[in-house]
């Protein structure tokens, strides 16, 4: 189905049919062209993703190919969000000094996973590409790369590993049981929390507003118009809601990955 429910079924309709809640089969999709077994596979999700960094790209490009001291509306807004990011995040997390050769990478990530989140409630798109665990998981594998790189090249082998693991000789006997801790917790569970955080919200929000949207027009029939109504209303605040999940959670992804190279660039004591 292109839909995520039966356009037939409705509330009291005399079919029978009951109400056709979401399924997991409402985040996967056919291939646009090839399929699971080719290396030309290619579906919407994709496509989202190539269409979102396009767009990203392009809206830069415009702003930016002709700057002007004074800028017009376009530069503006893509001045004021580059600068929401290098001061609002990197700045403020890692500090100007060592911070600044990592604003052109984060101001990408803020953005491109901003756009990928906002393909849920443009129309005929309505879906997060961050619903899909492999886009959240691809960022945050580049992220956990570049900060166990920058660990190990600012600290040493040794130093490095001390670093991840909160070695700290004044803990005395608890000491081995703290690096444990802090290895499971540095080497593992921060990369996968990282990704799973943002899937998780997307893929929240993406169940309700088809939660919502499914029920509206399931009870369009007979008595049920009336809860409709309050179901479309529920759509409309749900939306709204999402918007502004969306961008906080672009900024929490970002704001966690500048707080990993913060632990990274400091120094060991």
Known sequence: MTLAFDINCHFEDGTGCGFPGPTLYSFLFKPIFGDA??????NK?????????VVIVGFFWAAFRKPKVVPGKLQMVAEAGYDFVRRGIVYETLGKKEGEKYVPFMVATFFFVWIMNLWSIVPL???PVTAVIAYPAGLAAIIYVMWMSVTFKRHGLVG??????????????????????EFFSNVIVRPFTHAVRLFANMFAGHTLLLLFTIASWYLLNGIGIAY?????????????FELFIQ?????????????????????HH
Do not use: H
């Not at 077994?37 to 290619?42: G, I, K, R």
């Not at 999700?45 to 960094?53: D, I, K, Q, V, Y």
């Not at 961008?247 to 990274?264: E, H, P, T």
């Open 37 to 42: 077994d080719s290396s030309l596979y290619f």
């Open 45 to 53: 999700t994709m496509l989202l993703a190539l269409l979102g960094s």
């Open 125 to 127: 798109a309505q879906f």
């Open 160 to 181: 490095g590993f001390k670093n991840l693991t909160g070695y700290d000789k004044s803990l005395g006997a608890i000491l081995p049981m703290v690096m444990v801790i």
């Open 228 to 240: 409709a109504g309050v179901s479309f209303v529920m759509v409309i605040v749900m939306t709204a």
């Open 247 to 267: 961008a906080v959670q672009a900024y929490v992804f970002v704001l966690l990955a500048c707080s990993f190279l913060q632990g990274a660039l400091a120094e």
